[in-house]
Structures are given as C-alpha cells and as structure tokens.
C-alpha cells in the first residue's frame, strides 16, 4: 500500500524514466503534445518497454482527435491517456472504448470542472490555466470538483510544497514536471526524491491500494 499516488509528468529519456520508477514513482507522463518536454512516438516505446509492468505510463494530450489519441497510446505502448483541453464527455468516451485507463484534466477555476462527473471517468487531473507552466493556482478551487472523484493534484508542485499541497487538498495523487527539473524535460535527481519522499510522508493516512483502483493495469 502507499500513500499517494505520485506522478512525474514530462519523461523524454529513458535515463530519467528508471530513475523516477527507481524513486518510487507510480506513473510517467509523456507528453505528445507541442511542448518543450513533447516525445517522439518511437522513442516513447522504446523507453516504455524498459518498464516494469506495475508503473503506469500516461500518453498526455491536448485537443488531439479521439482516433489519433488512441492510435498514438497503442503505437507508443502506453497504458493511459491524460486528455487536456477541449475534450467533450463523447470525445473522452470514444477514448475510453480503447484505452482502458483515461484522465481527464481541468484547469483550475473553469466552469467545466464542477461537470467533471459527466465525463464517465472516476479520476480527475486539475491543473493550473497553463499546463506545464510551473504556476500554482488557489488550491481552493478544487472544493468545485463533484464528490466521489479521485482527483490528482497538478500545477507548480515542487519539494517545498508538495506537502502543504497534500496537507490542504488531500488529493488521491499529485502530479509534478517542471518542479523537479533542472531544465525542460531532464529531471534533477536530487528534486525527484525529495518530492516523491515528501509526498509520501505528506499523506495523512494510507489510503491508496491496488483494491481501491479502478482496476490493475499491472494485468493488462
């Protein structure tokens, strides 16, 4: 059982994949989508079948068309897609048909999010206005998310406050890139366990275990 379910979004090497996974990390984030952090498909699966079968690897993706999200999932080997933007419920649910695990995000403040529960999904990612930005937002606004969710926490989350974060939110798990980088897209070591640390540590009680998932992707 752990705590929190913790992320490390913005993966481009194979070097800062095992490391992150050798630190503890549940799940890595790689982002299709333009960006300075964005990854080639290839070599996306190139580093996903290094993988141990139990980490989550999450295809991110921002106003992408639903066929072109899950041919890009399939090619690059990932288990999940994280659907930024302007995805509608029946965009998500096409998605979804194929793609076993799918997150949908909300920037914080957004009218959308206090609708996230017609999407069809049980996990919810909120994130400031710009995503990948590094910016935190007033993590009040999260009290706009419907009950029963499972939120993962994103936005300008670092060593330093990832704990108040948790403190504040309670999340189910948070999500961190820029935070724990020593520039766009390489991870600094050092920042990589001081968040996943901190964030365990946070965690009031442990609350997360592979019976309280949606289901095991570890099986698929």
Request: charged share 20%.
């Amino acid at each position: 059982m752990t705590s929190v379910f913790v992320k490390i979004c913005g993966i481009t090497t194979e070097e800062d994949a095992l490391l992150a996974v050798a630190m503890g990390a549940d799940a890595l984030g790689f982002v299709f989508a333009p960006s300075p952090r964005q990854i080639a498909i290839q070599q996306a699966y190139d580093i996903c079948r290094r993988l141990p079968p139990e980490v989550m690897t999450v295809g991110v993706f921002r106003d992408e068309l639903p066929a072109r999200v899950i041919d890009i999932v399939h090619q690059a080997g990932m288990r999940a897609a994280q659907l930024h933007g302007n995805f509608n419920p029946t965009q998500v649910a096409e998605v979804a048909k194929s793609v076993r695990w799918v997150i949908k995000a909300f920037a914080a403040g957004s009218e959308a999010l206090s609708r996230a529960d017609q999407f069809g999904l049980d996990i919810v990612l909120i994130d400031a206005a710009t995503p990948g930005s590094g910016t935190v937002f007033d993590w009040s606004l999260v009290d706009d998310v419907p009950e029963g969710l499972r939120i993962i926490l994103a936005g300008g989350l670092t060593p330093e406050n990832v704990a108040t974060a948790i403190e504040k939110v309670n999340p189910w798990g948070v999500d961190v890139s820029s935070g724990v980088e020593r520039s766009a897209g390489r991870k600094d070591p050092m920042k990589l366990k001081a968040f996943i640390e901190t964030a365990r540590r946070a965690a009031p009680t442990p609350y997360l275990g592979p019976d309280e998932l949606p289901y095991d992707w570890a099986d698929e």
